[in-house]
């Protein structure tokens, strides 16, 4: 699929350095491989997150949110 993106110059003048340098026509598959790489490094960085969260609430504060949580659910309009 082809889009257009706006970028400084400065950048453009970067990619197209690169992939000189690797001997590509254009930089479409730097592009997706920064993308790609900026994706994962997010995925991670959620997991940790979640991870560090455990053992923060007790489970009379867990059970509650859980309550609270299934009342509101209950109650939701679609």
Do not use: C
């Amino acid at each position: 699929m082809r889009t257009t993106i706006d970028m400084p110059v400065h950048i453009r003048q970067r990619l197209s350095r690169e992939a000189s340098s690797r001997n590509l026509k254009g930089f479409s598959a730097i592009i997706v491989e920064a993308l790609e790489n900026y994706f994962a490094s997010n995925a991670v960085d959620r997991k940790n997150a979640v991870a560090r969260l455990k053992g923060s609430m007790s489970l009379t504060e867990h059970a509650k949110a859980l309550k609270d949580v299934q009342e509101g659910r209950a109650l939701w309009r679609t």
